[in-house]
């Protein structure tokens, strides 16, 4: 259902690449709260997913582009804005990938070209786009700039390996980058921390069907969706939260408040039930 949110609004969404993306979701649901977009990956990408399809059915023209380079971002912005009749009211930073987890190279192993890799396309790629964005004076006055973290930028989890501090750095950029716009231009920068989502990019990390399953015994509310995500950010994009700005907004069911759930200490308990037992079958516990 509509609520036409963003009518008349303009955006960029960076990173859809199939209907299992973020990205991909909070560009059907811009379109259908009244926003106008583009939207833009790299070529690869493009070829690789299926962008053209959601290109088609959103009337959102698509933009080739490499998030890390310069070059590349000023013709996104340049043409979206040509494309859109205006200045960007949002954009959405959802883009990450980790060599080193790829090659399952792990945390006491890292590939450090590759490290530089993971930092560049999912950390400093978001400070390239604002820092472009800000010197071509691509936005409006209050627009709103977001980017998708997760909770292993603020506590460690088995497997998320260099992606973990390519999230620090991220939320650190929306901090820093935030103020500076926030003063100058009264545009806020924001990170949402999502539930861990089966996306094309999540699914390559070590674990990640365990991880999704813990999260949601952990979390009061459960999993936040993908789909939930894109509703979140509507928000985050809408008039609606003028005020918000170089926050990181947990958006995981409670899962970032938790310390240990009764679902989860339950199927815990099961796991030495067979093992650790005296002779009257009572659990032992060490």
């Not at 009244?34 to 023209?61: H, P, Q, V, Y």
């Not at 939260?241 to 815990?268: C, E, I, P, W």
Request: charged share 25%; hydrophobic share 40%.
């Amino acid at each position: 259902m509509s609520n036409n949110l963003l009518k008349g609004k303009r955006g960029i969404v960076f990173g859809a690449l199939n209907d299992m993306s973020i990205a991909w979701k909070v560009a059907e649901r811009a379109v259908e709260e009244g926003a106008s977009i583009t939207l833009t990956n790299t070529e690869l990408a493009i070829r690789m997913g299926t962008i053209d399809e959601l290109s088609k059915k959103l009337n959102a023209e698509v933009i080739p582009a490499d998030a890390t380079s310069v070059e590349d971002l000023e013709k996104v912005f340049a043409k979206s804005q040509e494309i859109l009749g205006g200045k960007i009211d949002f954009v959405l930073h959802s883009i990450g990938m980790s060599p080193n987890v790829r090659k399952k190279r792990t945390y006491d192993d890292l590939d450090y070209d590759l490290l530089s890799k993971t930092l560049d396309i999912s950390a400093v790629s978001f400070h390239k786009m604002i820092q472009v964005a800000k010197k071509m004076d691509a936005i409006s006055e209050g627009g709103s700039i977001l980017a998708l973290s997760y909770v292993a930028a603020q506590r460690t989890l088995f497997g998320y390996n260099d992606m973990a501090d390519a999230k620090a750095m991220l939320e650190s950029i929306a901090r820093s980058f935030g103020y500076i716009y926030g003063r100058e231009k009264g545009v806020r920068i924001n990170t949402i921390s999502q539930s861990p989502t089966m996306t094309t990019a999540g699914s390559g990390i070590k674990g990640f069907d365990g991880l999704v399953d813990f999260s949601n015994r952990m979390s009061p509310l459960g999993n936040a969706s993908a789909s939930e995500c894109a509703d979140y950010c509507i928000v985050m994009f809408s008039d609606l939260t003028k005020k918000v700005t170089m926050q990181n907004l947990f958006h995981d069911g409670g899962f970032s408040s938790m310390g240990m759930s009764l679902r989860a200490m339950t199927q815990y308990n099961k796991s030495f039930e067979n093992d650790f037992k005296d002779e009257n079958g009572n659990i032992i516990y060490g």
